[in-house]
Every structure is written in C-alpha cells, then in structure tokens.
C-alpha cells in the first residue's frame, strides 16, 4: 500500500501540473501523513541534506564552464577542428556533428545545452550543404544524448551521490559507452549518406587544416586536461568543474577574446537558474527517499523482482523496460532521484557492480529524452531545426534503434563496460 502510495502522489501531482520537484516533496509528505509520522522539522533537515553535498557542487560549475565555452568561441572552433579533418568525405558534415558532439560532450556534460547549441551551428550548415533537414535533425538530437554519458557528466555526478559510488569511477566507465554510441551512430550515417548520395565537400589543404587545429588547440586541450586530471587522481570531479569554469573563463576572454565582460553576467545568471533547478530537485527527492527508506519500499520493489535476482542479465533487461518506459514521461534528473534509491538493492542483492549498473542505468534515463511525449532534447532539435514534432519523431527512430541496440549489447556483455573502466582508472 505505500509504495500505491507514493506512485499515486507522485504522478497525480504530475498530472494536475505540478513541477517535478513539488511533485516530489508533496509524494513525501503524503507517506508521512499516511504513516502517522509528519514532522516539519525532518522535511526540512531532508531537503537541507539532499543539496547538501560536495559531489553535488560540480554541477553548478560544469553549467557554467558550458555557458563560457558557448558564448567564448570554443564550441565554433571544435567544429571547425572537425570539419577541416573530416568534412570532406561523403556525408562529412554528419561524422563532422558526431566529432564535435564528441568533443563538446566531454566538456558540458549536458544533453539539452548541447543540442541547443550545436544544433543552432551545424543544421543550417548541413542544410546549405543539401542535407535533408529532417534527417540531419534526427542526427543532431540523437548524437547529444552522448553529453550526459561523456565525463564529465551531470547524471552520473547525481547518480554518484544517490548511490554512494565513486564519481570518477563511474566518469571513467561512461568513455568507452560514449565510443560506442559516436561508433554505431557513425555506421548508420554511412548508409544514410550512400542512400542519399549526399556531396562531398572540397577537401582541404594541408595548411588549412593544420590550422584549424591550432586555432582550435585550446578547445581541445581541454577535455584531456580533465580525464588525464581524474583519472591520476590530481583533482576531484568538483575540482574538475572549477577548472573548466576558470579555463573557460580564461581562453574566452583573453585567447580567443570572444567572451566579454559584458556578458558574464548572462552566463552567471543562466548557470544559477539552469543549477538551480537540479539542487532544488536533488534536495526534494531526498524527501521522497528518506521515506521510501523508511517506509521500506525499495524491499518491497527487492521482493518484486526476487525472481530475477539469481538471473543478473534478465534482472537488467526488466530494469532497462522499466526505465525506458519511465523516460518516455520523466526527465533524465528526477528519474535517477527517484528510481536509484528504489531499484538500488535489488541491483546489489543479483551481485551486479553498482558502477557498471550505473553508467548502463544513466544510458538508459538519457534514451527517454529522445522519446516523446516529454523527450526534453526532442523539443529542443524541433526548434533548431525548425520541424514539427511529428517530423521529429519520424526521423529519429533509426538512430534510437542503433543506441537501443548498443544498451542490449552492454546488458548482455557487461565486460563492454567494466573491462575499460578498470583499464581507464588504471
């Protein structure tokens, strides 16, 4: 009866318009009040405790390094850097977008920034080149969910928290999915570009790449610096988010002198509200979990799929259902607050590594932002592409097959995952 509960608060509140977050503490003091145990003083000290959190400060800095780097000339100048190695091959701008959303994804850590911005740059570019608009929209929403995946990654800094894993474990684990999601998506776009018989762009010289890599160099130092940094242990994860907001801060000002002293009060502004909301939801999915703790619900969800536990693969197969079929109407942040807590000891009871699950776990939230009717990053390709929803969906259905097909693979070959975290983290 609680966990009916909570799912009926939860979701009533959803329905009758309420944010996520008020959804959340308003499922939390319903479980108080039906356990007889309502107490201002513990809601408060729960929502004070769920933001209270050194892990958790990286976040406001990686939003802020993002909003440095866009409006400072980095993002421009690693499209550029892609463009002068690769742009020259049939289809060239699509591995182009699937480099530089690479490349962008290992310094923002956040799907929705980056396909606003890289979305705003490279579809009119693919649709000068004679792209077809939809398809290259599918490419760019369905390329971007690699940003919540790449270290440094906003899900798994939440994730981390929640679950009490180590960040840069799970940092090192979310490369090599990365790779294989740039790979798969690369081995689609092959087969689009020889059916479409898109154009080859002139391919350019020696000199001018070279020079769009030096122009570009700062751009690129920058991802390595925070993995190399990570990986030997020189800094934190929260660490690493202040050096890439000073970085950032730094090369946009001085180097590349795009960034002015006029706008960082923009950028200031825009990364408090874009934290703000995260720490706030953070803080109120403490409430809910606190409770669900108390009123043992992640032993009852346990003893609901006990029947799976002695199966690790088919457990992570049920899990994948549940999850995908959640994303379809949750965002990425609250899913991970509300479900970690929850599906957290039957993934520890089946022996499963708590860090391999949670890097398949937050690969399989950040699918829901390419499925409607919420679909967050879907929303925003719509507007950079200008197409309407419907077209949307029609011409992203083949990538968001490859990317399901690559998280069974995952599901079924663990070792995909958990031999190159181990080599990463040495």
């Given at each position: 009866?609680?966990?009916?509960?909570?799912?009926?608060?939860?979701?009533?509140?959803?329905?009758?318009?309420?944010?996520?977050?008020?959804?959340?503490?308003?499922?939390?003091?319903?479980?108080?009040?039906?356990?007889?145990?309502?107490?201002?003083?513990?809601?408060?000290?729960?929502?004070?405790?769920?933001?209270?959190?050194?892990?958790?400060?990286?976040?406001?800095?990686?939003?802020?390094?993002?909003?440095?780097?866009n409006r400072g000339?980095?993002?421009?100048?690693?499209?550029?850097?892609?463009?002068?190695?690769?742009?020259?091959?049939?289809?060239?701008?699509?591995?182009?977008?699937?480099?530089?959303?690479?490349?962008?994804?290992?310094?923002?850590?956040?799907?929705?920034?980056?396909?606003?911005?890289?979305?705003?740059?490279?579809?009119?570019?693919?649709?000068?080149?004679?792209?077809?608009?939809?398809?290259?929209?599918?490419?760019?929403?369905?390329?971007?969910?690699?940003?919540?995946?790449?270290?440094?990654?906003?899900?798994?800094?939440?994730?981390?928290?929640?679950?009490?894993?180590?960040?840069?474990k799970l940092f090192?684990?979310?490369?090599?999915?990365?790779?294989?999601?740039?790979?798969?998506?690369?081995?689609?776009?092959?087969?689009?570009?020889?059916?479409?018989?898109?154009?080859?762009?002139?391919?350019?010289?020696?000199?001018?790449?070279?020079?769009?890599?030096?122009?570009?160099?700062?751009?690129?130092?920058?991802?390595?610096?925070?993995?190399?940094?990570?990986?030997?242990?020189?800094?934190?994860?929260?660490?690493?988010?202040?050096?890439?907001?000073?970085?950032?801060?730094?090369?946009?000002?001085?180097?590349?002198?795009?960034?002015?002293?006029s706008m960082l009060?923009?950028?200031?502004?825009?990364?408090?509200?874009?934290?703000?909301?995260?720490?706030?939801?953070?803080?109120?999915?403490?409430?809910?979990?606190?409770?669900?703790?108390?009123?043992?619900?992640?032993?009852?969800?346990?003893?609901?799929?006990?029947?799976?536990?002695?199966?690790?693969?088919?457990?992570?197969?049920?899990?994948?259902?549940?999850?995908?079929?959640?994303?379809?109407?949750?965002?990425?942040?609250?899913?991970?607050?509300?479900?970690?807590?929850?599906?957290?000891?039957?993934?520890?009871?089946?022996?499963?590594?708590?860090?391999?699950?949670?890097?398949?776990?937050?690969?399989?939230?950040?699918?829901?932002?390419?499925?409607?009717?919420?679909?967050?990053?879907?929303?925003?390709?719509?507007?950079?592409?200008?197409?309407?929803?419907?077209?949307?969906?029609?011409?992203?259905?083949?990538?968001?097959?490859?990317?399901?097909?690559?998280?069974?693979?995952?599901?079924?070959?663990?070792?995909?995952?958990?031999?190159?975290?181990?080599?990463?983290?040495?």
């Amino acid at each position: 009866m609680t966990l009916v509960i909570f799912l009926a608060a939860l979701i009533g509140g959803m329905l009758i318009g309420l944010p996520i977050c008020f959804a959340l503490l308003f499922s939390g003091v319903c479980m108080m009040l039906y356990l007889n145990g309502f107490n201002a003083q513990i809601l408060s000290q729960n929502l004070f405790s769920g933001a209270d959190s050194f892990s958790m400060m990286a976040v406001p800095f990686f939003i802020m390094a993002g909003e440095f780097m866009n409006r400072g000339g980095i993002t421009k100048r690693i499209v550029n850097a892609a463009n002068a190695i690769i742009g020259h091959v049939r289809g060239g701008l699509g591995y182009v977008a699937i480099m530089a959303i690479l490349l962008f994804a290992s310094m923002i850590g956040s799907a929705v920034a980056s396909t606003a911005f890289l979305g705003a740059i490279l579809i009119p570019m693919m649709v000068r080149a004679g792209y077809k608009r939809d398809t290259c929209t599918g490419l760019i929403a369905a390329g971007n969910i690699l940003s919540p995946i790449m270290p440094p990654s906003v899900p798994m800094i939440i994730f981390g928290v929640q679950a009490g894993v180590s960040v840069t474990k799970l940092f090192m684990g979310g490369i090599a999915p990365a790779v294989y999601l740039s790979g798969a998506l690369c081995v689609l776009w092959f087969f689009i570009a020889k059916k479409d018989n898109l154009a080859k762009a002139e391919r350019q010289s020696a000199k001018q790449v070279a020079k769009a890599l030096l122009d570009g160099l700062w751009a690129l130092i920058l991802p390595v610096f925070i993995l190399v940094g990570l990986r030997s242990g020189k800094f934190t994860p929260t660490e690493a988010g202040v050096i890439a907001a000073v970085y950032a801060l730094v090369i946009g000002l001085f180097i590349y002198k795009e960034l002015k002293i006029s706008m960082l009060m923009d950028c200031l502004v825009s990364a408090a509200k874009s934290s703000s909301v995260i720490m706030f939801l953070a803080a109120a999915a403490m409430v809910s979990s606190w409770m669900m703790t108390v009123a043992n619900v992640p032993s009852i969800v346990t003893g609901i799929l006990a029947p799976f536990i002695e199966h690790p693969t088919a457990l992570m197969l049920i899990i994948c259902l549940i999850v995908l079929l959640v994303g379809t109407s949750m965002d990425v942040t609250p899913t991970i607050m509300i479900l970690t807590p929850v599906l957290l000891p039957a993934v520890k009871a089946a022996g499963i590594d708590v860090a391999y699950f949670g890097v398949v776990f937050i690969l399989m939230t950040v699918l829901g932002l390419l499925t409607p009717p919420v679909g967050t990053v879907l929303n925003v390709a719509c507007g950079a592409g200008k197409i309407n929803m419907e077209r949307m969906v029609k011409s992203i259905w083949p990538f968001l097959l490859a990317e399901v097909v690559i998280l069974l693979l995952m599901v079924l070959f663990p070792s995909l995952v958990t031999a190159p975290m181990n080599f990463f983290l040495g």
